[in-house]
């Protein structure tokens, strides 16, 4: 079983820029590829990042490819999502979620389907 806390969300202005971090409890996190998705009033959770077990590679959503950086630290046990030049379309509730059924292998999911654990999620506001 892996707890999956977020933080660092809030209010920004359009531009601006937001890191988000993602600690993780019990399992075998170190192994499991990691992902960020967000959801949108209405909207179906969306694909943001992933990472690699190991932080061999990185995947992106076409709509942040350029803007946000995933990556992650095993031995403190945390994934963090570095957003700059935020925009009014990027608020949602972001999500980070662990894919153990991927565990140590060299590919992780891209659909919420993959990822078994969630955490709760951390609100992101971009005003224009």
């Known amino acids: 079983q892996v707890q999956l806390v977020e933080s660092g969300g809030g209010l920004v202005q359009a531009g601006g820029s937001l890191r988000l971090s993602c600690a993780a409890s019990?399992?075998?996190?170190?192994?499991?590829?990691m992902g960020w998705f967000r959801q949108a009033p209405g909207k179906a959770r969306e694909f943001v990042a992933g990472?690699?077990?190991?932080?061999?590679?990185?995947y992106y959503a076409d709509s942040v490819k350029g803007r946000f950086t995933i990556s992650r630290d095993n031995a403190k046990k945390t994934v963090t999502l570095q957003m700059n030049s935020l925009k009014p379309e990027d608020t949602a509730v972001y999500y980070c979620a662990a894919a153990p059924s991927y565990s140590g292998t060299d590919t992780y999911p891209r659909t919420p389907q993959g990822y078994h654990y969630w955490g709760q999620g951390t609100q992101v506001t971009v005003s224009s």
């Open positions: 990472i690699h077990w190991a932080g061999a590679s990185t």
């Open positions: 019990g399992g075998t996190f170190s192994y499991y590829p």
